[in-house]
């Protein structure tokens, strides 16, 4: 069984778009700019807006915050991503979700010029994505294509089964695992809380990604032996022995699950860390206009 | 076995948009407008144009053929592609595929104003589609849902599996049978060339889409009992038993197949009859402003 390090291939990516960086910088051209968006002061979001400012300034990135408090208004905040379309320095631009209940994510998200769309949620990017176009693919996803493709794991004609039907994991993992690339090629099967043969489907896979939410759901007799397995799964659980006074749980029951794989992402260290470098690369094609020219 | 009557759903489809169009007509409301640019002179696009124009007249449309010579160069049809967008009077435009290779398919689809696109080939109305929200979907998908719905056919929990990924049938029916919905809300496995375990796929499925294009390809022994099979193939065979010289053929071994199937569509008269009715309904719904307001 090998474990798949995203933290070691996040590190290496980052020291590639850190150098990619410099090497604009050297050339004289222009470096690569993100804002973020942060609306009120939900725990969870600070921390990962502060993380992708961080890592921005880490690989030599320009970045921006604008904040807003809760209260901010639907056309406040369609106002101010008018702004960061129009600004020819921002090459790419992210709204934190959640948004508050009275403002419709949806529109704020189809109000983003689909060219600074990093995060790849334009409906623009996801149809595109779906063709088989070049595109902004979204940060979990992508980071996922990444490490298959830094592990070198076979895909082609291999049957990758995703647990979960989300418009941000599921959905498009499902669409670029079936298309004619490496990673890709895949028979591909969705299955979610309404399917019937969920624990069957699973003792099918090859590569079993598991983008439930559902704490050590997946168990050892629903994997084949030899299966590739990747834990999407972060919840929160409460814990006494760590200083935060919680866990990252996973999708996946480790313990007994890994022994059966031929790779397994471990959380936390697996899929986690890969996702802000998605970004970080989304940004830097952006900053190339490498994607809409 | 029961068989799915796809000229008889799309008789009934006629006569239900034909009836709107006539209330529409008594309130005094705008006649839904298509218009379907014609490139060349291919034997098969006159025929899919004229039916499509012909079936306009008999429900009531207006309709608006506009016709190029083979050596249209892509500025004149991207021009035209701009005339039509900006042409108050028309609901919803087609531009019949395929097109002389010196002109970007591609270009031309995205070219199209989204709100217009009733064939529902623009990446908004594919990534809206993926994302569940309201978009013109394409017209073979539409139908075979309509065909599922219309015959209550359940699917909910059940496994769907798509043989076929292409971008107008295999992947946005897929898309369409996993979203939280009826039809839909299935397990959806998609398979194609490259798939290693097609056949074991094809007999765990509750529902078979087939749509490879390979005439007769499915055969009993892939066929669970009791599957509803919907074949998409219409490959047109030399024949001299026709008038015409050629029979169209399924991508299904009908007769071997069907004994075992609680339902299945046939070919001619299965899901074929249905594209056309889908993309009249959808010309309704732009007309009606019913999708983007």
């Not at 995203?6 to 222009?30: C, F, H, N």
């Not at 993380?51 to 990135?61: L, Y």
């Not at 084949?224 to 022995?241: H, L």
């Amino acid at each position: 069984m090998y474990l798949i390090d995203g933290k070691a291939v996040a590190a290496q990516m980052k020291k590639e778009i850190s150098e990619e960086v410099l090497d604009i910088k050297k050339a004289g051209g222009k470096i690569p700019h993100l804002a973020a968006v942060l609306v009120g002061h939900d725990g969870g979001s600070e921390t990962y807006v502060a993380n992708k400012v961080q890592t921005c300034e880490e690989v030599g990135f320009k970045s921006s915050l604008i904040r807003y408090e809760e209260d901010v208004t639907e056309e406040e905040l369609l106002a101010c991503v008018d702004s960061l379309n129009k600004d020819a320095d921002i090459d790419g631009f992210i709204v934190q979700l959640p948004l508050p209940n009275h403002i419709s994510e949806q529109k704020i998200i189809e109000a983003i010029d689909y060219r600074k769309d990093v995060d790849g949620f334009h409906p623009i990017n996801v149809g595109r994505m779906s063709i088989g176009l070049p595109c902004f693919v979204s940060a979990t996803p992508a980071g996922i294509l990444e490490l298959l493709k830094r592990y070198e794991i076979a895909t082609k004609g291999k049957h990758c089964v995703v647990l979960g039907r989300s418009n941000i994991v599921g959905k498009p993992l499902a669409m670029l695992m079936m298309q004619k690339a490496y990673p890709g090629d895949c028979t591909v099967t969705v299955c979610h809380s309404r399917s019937e043969n969920l624990k069957e489907m699973c003792c099918h896979a090859d590569i079993l990604i598991v983008a439930l939410g559902v704490p050590e759901f997946l168990k050892a007799d629903m994997v084949k032996d030899g299966a590739v397995v990747i834990d999407v799964g972060t919840t929160r659980m409460p814990s006494s022995t760590t200083k935060s006074g919680y866990k990252l749980t996973g999708d996946v029951k480790f313990d007994e699950v890994s022994p059966k794989c031929s790779y397994i992402t471990p959380v936390p260290g697996g899929v986690g860390p890969m996702t802000i470098l998605s970004l970080m690369r989304n940004t830097l094609l952006a900053g190339k206009k490498s994607i809409f020219g």
